[in-house]
Structure formats: C-alpha cells, structure tokens
C-alpha cells in the first residue's frame, strides 16, 4: 500500500470526446506546430519534449495510485470494486490529488482505455516511443485501447516499419486532426501539411494495422471556399478509408488568430445552415467504397445525428440532414437555440415537448422585435459558449 495520498503526475489540456473516459496521461507538451489560425489550444506555450524516465516515472506514479485506491476500496469492504462511495470519499477529500480522483473516476468507468497527450506524439523518436509504451502496457497489462494524437506531417515522416513497431509496442490507435483536403485551405488555416501528406500519413496509420480518426471541420472554408472544401475533403477521405471520421464543426473564439481575420472581414464565416448544406455536399461527395464510422460526437455540431457506418447509413445521415432542411425557418431556428442550449439533440426534439418549444418560439419573438440581428447573436453566444 502507498497511502502518499498527494501522489501525482502530468496531464494535459485537451483530449478527443470520445476519450473523455480515458486515463490521461503527458507524454509531450503542447504542439510543435501550433500555428493553425483556428486553433486557440497552445497559444503562447512551447514544445517540450518530456524524457522517457519522466514519463515512466508518470506512469509508475499512476500505477501505485491505482494500487493505492484499490487497496481502500479492499478496507472499506467493497472488494477492490471502485464504486460510488469511494469515488465520493477520494472527490470530497482534500488530502488527495487531483490525480487521485482523475484514477479513481477511470478506474469507476471501466473502459480501460489510455490517452497519451498532447498534440503530436509521433514527434518522440520511434525507439524512446516504443520503450514507453511497453512500460505502460507492463505497468497496466489490462489496458484495452491505447491511442494518441498526432499530426500527418509527423506521421508521413515516419517509416511503414517503425509505424509497425509503434503498434506491436502497443499503440492502438491516432486521431489526426485532418481539418481539410484542399490545398488552399490547408494553406490558408496555416496547417502545415498538405492533401498530399494527409494521405500518405492516414494510409501509414491504417497499413501499420492501427484505428485512425480523422478529424474534419465543417465551415472551415468560410463563404469563399465551402464547397471546395467540402469536395476535397471527401476526395482526400476516400483515398485514405480511415476507421472514423469525426466531425468538429468550426467556432472562432476571440484568442485565435482566425478571430482577426472574422474581424477584418478577410474570412467569413458560414451561417449554421450553410454549414449544414456544406456537410451534405461532404457526404454525397463520398466514394461509395469507403467504409469508416461518422461520428458526431463534438457538442459543437449542430445535427448531432448526422453519424453511422458507411456506406450502409449514408441515406439516413442525408435523411437527417434533409429533415433539418425541410422545417420552416422558424423552426430551424428555434432548433438551433434548443440544441445551444442543450435541450435538443434531434429535430424530432421539437415535437416532441411542446412547452419547450413555445418557450424557445416567444424568446426568438423578443429577440427580432430587439433588431434584425438579434436573433443570430444570440445563437453565436450560446454556441461560444463551448469554446
Ligand atoms: S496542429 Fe493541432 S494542436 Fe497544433 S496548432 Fe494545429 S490544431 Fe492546434
């Protein structure tokens, strides 16, 4: 038993949604590149490159916490179950760190999933890669989902053979943020890579035999590039095939360097309908072959639904996209503030509770009598909200 309640090791700032179940865990800091114009995440802050011992040392410390917390659930006669009580006990306790109630909350989920953070892991060597993630798969041999994030021009600049030893050494999966497949785009956004090398890397992640998620930005073109954006982006995504695409519609917030250019009127952002025509231009566009899981997973989207396995459920992601389409403005827009809001998830939403409705329906009547714009400044802020 350790019993060092004030045990505690590194985590980052950011991880995918869907890894929010996850053990975190900091294997660099911050982004190498962090120069994207959307991008607010490591502003201000430098790459570093942490040692391998430090990180073995990160991950032993999560080791004896784990250790430790299943050793009180044994004395509180729960049998090494970590269930309510003791997560209550070790969240409303001061004595403990925050990486102890960050353990104890990943142990209650069960999911058994590892996420190494921060934003382009690729850039450790492939050896000192290789030596971490054995120590970790040794210090927690149950784990079932290792994955990281990394960048496509880290990735394309790694052999087929070291991907391979990265995965046998127990990576099981990375999330690329692939944002667009125009060039111009990529170019403009200041993302440092090109279609080119988005397809290479995403090809070498698959070929190793690892789970890619590639992450893609609805509204990144603005009115200029929209539909180009939406078309390459299907192009690129179609010679690649990866296990999931992910949406993750674009929100500017005023720290980013986007945010002058909104500002300045060089870019101009797309209303939350013509982001939506965007992404149904996006999945038309996308060859019958590919295979990947949509998933919508990211608050920040406004058609939670639009998500399934390709090609099987492509018709019912339009369908969804057509029903949001079809409804009367009035109702689209009370939508928009329902799901900002965080009282719809779907369109059939609106039906179904009439007294939500009728409440949204007399604020977007106060809200025009206010002035012509009122209505869409309202909608923007809420959905800042989550930036
Ligand atoms: S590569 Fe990722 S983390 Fe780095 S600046 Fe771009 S979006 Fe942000």
Known sequence: MINEPKLSFEQGPIRPPNEARSLLLRITRNCPWNQCLFCPVYKGQKLSLRTVEEIKKDIQTARDIADDIKALSWRLGMSGMITNPIISHIISNNNYSYSYKSVALWLSYGTGACFLQDADNFIIK??????????????????????????????????????????????????????????????????????????????????????????????????????????????????????????????????????????????????????????????ESLDNSITSTITSDHIMNLLEEVKGKLPEEKENMLNVIKKYQDRPETDRIVYRIGRRGGAYSSTDDLYRDQTTYDKIKRLVSELSSKGPNETERFIEEMADQYI
């Open 126 to 283: 492939t050896k000192d890669f290789v030596d971490i993630l054995r120590f970790l798969r040794e210090k927690f041999p149950d784990l079932k989902r290792v994955t990281t994030y990394s960048r496509s021009r880290t990735v394309s600049r790694r052999s087929l053979t070291e991907m391979k030893e990265i995965k046998e050494a127990g990576l099981d999966r990375v999330h690329i943020g692939l944002e667009s497949g125009y060039d111009p785009l990529l170019k403009f956004i200041k993302k440092g890579v090109t279609a080119a090398q988005h397809i290479d890397a995403g090809k070498k992640v698959v070929e190793a035999g690892m789970s890619l998620s590639e992450y893609i930005m609805p509204g990144l073109g603005g009115e200029a590039m929209w539909k180009e954006h939406a078309l390459e982006t299907a192009r690129v995504l179609g010679k690649i095939n990866p296990h999931y695409i992910r949406l993750r519609s674009l929100r500017v917030p005023n720290h980013t360097l986007l945010y002058q250019k909104v500002k300045n009127g060089e870019f101009k952002m797309l209303t939350d309908d013509q982001v939506v025509e965007e992404i149904k231009l996006f999945i």
